[in-house]
């Protein structure tokens, strides 16, 4: 099971240009997550999805896009990059099926992005 | 809005020592999940133990331990003759059980040490 995959799991970024980081996941999760990590901190999440074509924003969402137009990809953008996004970014996926039948979330290994 | 609380930045054990890790959470929701993660250094997050509220029964997964407290909303981590690879950072989650729009909100974490 290849479970939740990210990609890259590094990359470096000059000021003002633009990434798209990659996530896939084949447990036919309907939630997925972005989360940052910043140095010594814990999770802050960025966007989040309840099922395809569906998003939403978390409590950092400035500077970054989502879509969600399959149940297995959720990509994250980032336009003009800035040093303020230089961080450790973590996709999750979990399923949601009702009361009792939630599941935690499932991590990808993480894309360490720094911002130049 | 529901919150995590992890009071302890930072905690070291003696190895083959007994270690508590706490956390509380503030909800007003009645059935919900609580769970910790440990991140070693490699950055994964993996899943160590998962509580479900309307269990009364502590959960527990070999060395590891919770006591969970519903009344008080504290949730801690009882980690058993502590081993060199526990040295990890160690987050407590929560995500409510039944809810269209949940998500899953993390603490900041506490950074644990095992001394040789």
């Known amino acids: 099971n290849a479970g939740v995959t990210q990609t890259p799991k590094f990359r470096i970024l000059k000021i003002g240009q633009s990434m798209t980081l990659q996530c896939t996941q084949d447990?036919?999760?309907?939630?997925m997550y972005w989360y940052r990590q910043d140095p010594g901190m814990g999770l802050k999440l960025i966007y989040y999805?309840?099922?395809?074509?569906?998003?939403d924003k978390g409590e950092v969402p400035n500077g970054y896009n989502v879509s969600r137009s399959t149940t297995e990809d959720f990509p994250l953008r980032l336009e003009l990059a800035a040093p303020s996004q230089t961080s450790v970014y973590f996709c999750?996926?979990?399923?949601?099926?009702?009361?009792?039948?939630?599941?935690?979330?499932?991590f990808g290994q993480g894309t360490r992005l720094t911002v130049v | 809005a529901q919150t995590v609380t992890q009071s302890q930045p930072e905690m070291s054990v003696q190895e083959a020592e007994t270690v508590t890790l706490s956390c509380t959470y503030d909800?007003?929701?009645?059935?919900?999940?609580l769970f910790w993660y440990k991140q070693p250094p490699s950055r994964q997050m993996i899943l160590v133990i998962r509580?479900?509220?309307?269990?009364?029964q502590n959960a527990t997964e070999n060395r590891f331990s919770v006591n969970f407290q519903k009344a008080a909303k504290s949730f801690s981590l009882k980690i058993s003759d502590s081993q060199l690879g526990d040295a990890a950072m160690y987050f407590c989650?929560?995500?409510?059980?039944?809810?269209?729009?949940?998500?899953?909100?993390f603490g900041k974490g506490t950074r644990l040490h095992i001394l040789p």
């Open positions: 447990m036919n999760h309907n939630y």
């Open positions: 999805s309840v099922g395809a074509g569906i998003t």
């Open positions: 989650a929560y995500r409510v059980a039944w809810d269209r729009d949940d998500k899953i909100i």
């Open positions: 509580q479900e509220a309307y269990k009364q």
């Open positions: 999750a996926s979990s399923y949601s099926g009702g009361q009792s039948m939630n599941t935690e979330a499932f």
């Open positions: 909800t007003s929701e009645s059935d919900y999940y």
